[in-house]
């Protein structure tokens, strides 16, 4: 079994499920618990890098975390959010150990279940750069964004409320209404929840199509890569 290294606390609230359930779906498969590692770093610091498009301020901050989990043994590394993988080729480039992508591993089920076209929801640099939209294109897939208002919308309620662990009723109605938009407006059949905090208010039966969850999916790929031989 593969020591993981994660880099979490981006935010800590979905930090705590990745560790839950990577503890957990390894001990389902092989009756053991995993030996892991967790780097966690400052969500407000690497927010404001990615919003002020600090990229390699972003990957030095992150190539740093990644030394720290493999000097501390792991042999597989991770980055528990979805908006710092702007930077991911780079930091694959420096890191020590391979890394697992969170957008390759929600591509690949994109790709599984035969999408065509799918909406992304998430931060504001996630929504905007091109890093999803690259990877679904190699796979055949078209990826579509909010307007500039639901963008925005989308971002305020994951910096002030998803953060925080505060999940509101209307919040919820809101994003389903972006989702909903979205379908009416792009043809989506599917959209991506771009942002790990996500999936603590938004699931397939708050929205009017399936949701493509980023945290559970990459947490499938990294209990694979823990086992892999």
Same mark, same amino acid.
């Given at each position: 079994m593969k020591k993981l290294g994660l880099i979490g606390g981006m935010g800590p609230e979905s930090t705590i499920p990745y560790y839950h359930d990577i503890v957990h779906g390894v001990h389902e498969r092989a009756g053991r618990f995993p030996l892991l590692t967790i780097e966690s770093v400052d969500v407000f610091h690497v927010l404001r890098l990615e919003s002020e498009e600090r990229f390699k301020e972003l990957a030095d901050y992150l190539s740093a975390a990644l030394e720290r989990v493999a000097g501390a043994g792991a042999e597989v590394g991770a980055l528990c959010a979805n908006t710092p993988h702007l930077v991911f080729d780079e930091l694959q480039r420096r890191s020590p150990i391979p890394l697992v992508s969170i957008v390759d591993a929600c591509? @690949?089920? $994109? *790709?599984?279940r035969g999408y065509g076209k799918v909406g992304l929801l998430g931060t504001l640099p996630t929504m905007t750069h091109d890093f999803y939209a690259r990877a679904f294109e190699k796979a055949g897939i078209r990826l579509a964004v909010p307007d500039d *208002?639901? @963008? @925005?919308?989308? $971002? @305020?309620?994951?910096?002030?409320?998803?953060?925080?662990?505060?999940?509101?009723? $209307?919040t919820r109605a809101g994003l389903a209404a972006v989702a909903e938009r979205l379908r009416a407006r792009c043809g989506i059949e599917a959209v991506v929840l771009g942002c790990t905090e996500l999936p603590l208010i938004l699931d397939d039966s708050a929205t009017c199509v399936p949701c493509l969850d980023t945290m559970r999916l990459h947490v499938a790929a990294l209990v694979d890569a823990a086992l892999e031989e």
């Open positions: 591509c @690949r089920e $994109a *790709a599984r *208002a639901d @963008r @925005r919308y989308v $971002a @305020r309620v994951i910096s002030e409320e998803l953060e925080f662990g505060i999940v509101r009723e $209307a």
